[in-house]
């Protein structure tokens, strides 16, 4: 096969993967329970009962974690009120912000949930399980706030904190399916925002696969260019062997 021939199959596929990615659904993340908590509320407060300081706050946050998960709602927020943000340990502020975005999310009020993840500082400081839980709220949060622009760059900084290969699959059909959404001004912006490699990425990718749609030759030179330039980027995964 010659070169011209392998382009033009590479761009061809490429277009009939876009078209695919289109067609498909949003694929939910949220229903991983591979952490799924294990004991009761009860439970989780007679051991904050039972320890003091940064400890039993864990506790306590373990508790709301679970009443969100059990749709009590009215009992995690008057337990919330109870964790006073100026006698809380550092660790456990981040926390409580994103608990208070959860819980807004349940309440179907995804600009308070945005302003709560707002206060967290140093996210990629957090243990990784929490920053998994930052932008998985703060992507789904954006989403409820019919901000896809924002929800694909959470979704894209998530994917980066995921380790399940499967999950780490459909994350990336969906980030590639929103960015096509996207239009051509909006990549444009937020490409012009970005300093952040892995961001750029999968902008210029996007860019490229909109703006020469209709030229397959040149979309399948600028696929092998980006390639080249960007060889261990996640969205690779998502294009055809140029081999």
């Known amino acids: 096969m010659t070169m011209k021939q392998k382009l ?3 761009s061809q596929r490429l277009v009939i993967l876009t078209m695919l ?3 498909t659904g949003c694929a939910s993340l949220f229903r991983d329970n591979s952490n799924q908590i294990s004991f009761t509320v009860q439970d989780y407060l007679l051991k904050a009962s039972e320890t003091s300081g940064a400890q039993s706050q864990q506790y306590q946050m373990l508790a709301i974690n679970q009443l969100i998960a059990d749709n009590n709602i009215n009992d995690a927020e008057q337990l919330l009120k ?3 943000t100026i006698n809380l340990d550092p660790t456990i502020k981040p926390q409580k912000s994103i608990v208070e975005a959860q819980l807004a999310l349940k309440q179907n009020k995804p600009q308070v949930a945005i302003r709560k993840l707002a206060t967290v500082n140093n996210t990629n400081q957090l243990p990784s399980q929490i920053i998994t839980t930052y932008y998985t ?3 789904e949060a954006y989403h409820r706030n019919n901000d896809l622009a924002n929800s694909t760059i959470a979704r894209i900084r998530l ?3 995921l380790t399940d290969s499967d999950i780490i699959q459909k994350n990336e059909m969906i980030i590639w399916r929103s960015l096509q959404t996207l239009s051509a001004p909006t990549l444009d912006r937020l490409l012009k925002n970005s300093s952040d490699p892995l961001i750029n990425g999968w902008l210029t990718l996007a860019i490229s696969a909109k703006q020469f749609s209709n030229n ?4 399948a030179t600028q696929i092998q260019n980006w390639q080249t330039a960007n060889p261990g980027h996640p969205a690779n995964n998502l294009l055809p062997d140029a081999n």
């Open 8 to 10: 033009r199959t590479l």
């Open 21 to 23: 990615v289109m067609l």
């Open 82 to 84: 109870t964790l006073r």
């Open 137 to 139: 709220t703060l992507t």
């Open 159 to 161: 994917n980066a904190t």
């Open 216 to 219: 397959p030759s040149a979309l």
